[in-house]
């Protein structure tokens, strides 16, 4: 009988890196106009260049890109790029389409819901209140809470604590194979492949289940449940 679903955040419930992109897009244009005096698109190397030594998550990339350039920050410059950067995110963050419908049936249902996520807790939580969805989920589990990161079993164990239900009450959608399905496989929940947020072209996602729309979710589920009995 499952009676939770734990979800992976960016590229799952949201186009986390769509909506990065379209916000890094509008913040090196903004710090253009406001007076940085370099190519766009040398710009934007530099910023790839920080995130891929500093992680996605960096909250100072843009300091730390003025700081490479001119050994100090213009805080004009700063300035206009993280206010462009903030208005196009939030008009880039949007869920999934049928996200919302199904996140919303399946509390209708008495699924309990959790996240499980590398993204630091504050943002995890500022995305999720952005969208509406903080209402929904009755936890969230990052690095922070665990001190580990997925493939790691330590937050899928963490989240079917506080849930209260066993491994196999549960199904993991994630859109990562190698952390989100391997990490929860390792504890025996059944896992999920989020298909429609893949950005690695993965080909075998040795998932349990494979989903191309966030809604066939609630098929899984009636497919899990039938026939089964309350314990």
Known sequence: MIRAVIFDLDNTLVDFMGMKKQAITAAVHSMIDAGLKLPAGEVQERIDAIYKERGI??????????YDIFQKVDYKILSAGI????????????????V???????????????VVSDAPSREAWLRLSYLNFHHLFD?????????????????????????KVRPH???????????????AAQVGIKTVFARYGDTFGTVESNADYDISD????????NQENAGTREE
Do not use: C
């Open 57 to 66: 998550e960096f909250q100072n990339v843009f300091d730390q890109l003025l």
């Open 83 to 98: 206010i462009a950067y903030r208005r196009a995110r939030e008009a880039a963050l949007v869920p999934y389409p049928h």
């Open 169 to 183: 009450e549960a199904l993991m959608v994630g859109d990562w194979p190698e952390r989100d399905m391997v990490g």
């Open 214 to 221: 966030v809604s066939l979710l609630l098929d899984i589920i």
């Open 139 to 163: 936890h969230v589990v990052t690095f922070e809470d665990t001190g580990e990161r997925k493939p790691s079993p330590a937050p899928f164990r963490r989240a079917l604590g506080l849930l």
């Open 100 to 114: 919302t419908m199904t996140l919303i049936e399946l509390a209708k249902r008495g699924i309990r819901l959790a």
